[in-house]
T-cell receptor, first 111, second 114 residues
Framework: GEDVEQSLFLSVREGDSSVINCTYT??????LYWYKQEPGAGLQLLTY?????DMKQDQRLTVLLNKKDKHLSLRIADTQTGDSAIYFC???????????FGAGTRLFVKA | EPEVTQTPSHQVTQMGQEVILRCVPI?????FYWYRQILGQKVEFLVS????????KSEIFDDQFSVERPDGSNFTLKIRSTKLEDSAMYFC????????????FGPGTRLTVL
């Protein structure tokens, strides 16, 4: 069935780049998302990419999609302590299909 | 920017009581969803709803759960007899019909069952 896998933890130093990786199984996915969740808070949509794109850049965020390998990554440049959170990778299709989430990657940023 | 709203933000209830969680979708959206997130776990799909009927539901969405659009605007999730393990954050999401429309998530309702 459909599945989204992510590594559980990532630790980086402030100012370094963070790269969070994700793999998914559904080759018919239309959208691939990155959400950020801070403790006790809701889901903040950071960015998303259509499956016909390879890359999307939005300020400090760069999303890379390798559709052949079903691999998605999120790069955060100049990581700050405020970036410490859980980052969820997710995928869905248009037309009323559910969103499938990964288990989330907890990013620790050391000052 | 339009947004999905949910009420209440936090609901505390006794085991066995009924709860109704409410969602106000973005105005032209016609696909509706409920998801839940147990503390420390991933976000799980519960149910999708379109054209006044359930399109898909997960194994979590058993007979204790129901959804409806009582007045054509709100979208509700009812849990008939809450259990301790229903304690979670419940997220509503809505989506438009146009190609390219993504799902928009609400801020969530934190349900605590005592």
């Amino acid at each position: 069935g459909e599945d989204v896998e992510q590594s559980l933890f990532l630790s980086v130093r402030e100012g370094d780049s963070s790269v969070i990786n994700c793999t998914y199984t559904d080759s018919s996915s239309t959208y691939l998302y990155w959400y950020k969740q801070e403790p006790g808070a809701g889901l903040q949509l950071l960015t998303y990419i259509f499956s016909n794109m390879d890359m999307k850049q939005d300020q400090r965020l760069t999303v890379l999609l390798n559709k052949k390998d079903k691999h998605l990554s999120l790069r955060i440049a100049d990581t700050q302590t405020g970036d410490s959170a859980i980052y969820f990778c997710a995928e869905s299709k248009t037309g009323g299909f559910k969103t499938i989430f990964g288990a989330g990657t907890r990013l620790f940023v050391k000052a | 920017e339009p947004e999905v709203t949910q009420t209440p933000s936090h609901q505390v209830t006794q085991m066995g009581q009924e709860v109704i969680l409410r969602c106000v979708p973005i105005s032209n959206h016609l696909y509706f969803y409920w998801y839940r997130q147990i503390l420390g776990q991933k976000v799980e799909f519960l149910v999708s709803f379109y054209n006044n009927e359930i399109s898909e539901k997960s194994e979590i969405f058993d007979d204790q759960f129901s959804v409806e659009r009582p007045d054509g605007s709100n979208f509700t999730l009812k849990i008939r007899s809450t259990k301790l393990e229903d304690s979670a954050m419940y997220f509503c999401a809505t989506q438009g019909l146009a190609v390219g429309d993504t799902q928009y998530f609400g801020p969530g309702t934190r349900l605590t069952v005592l």
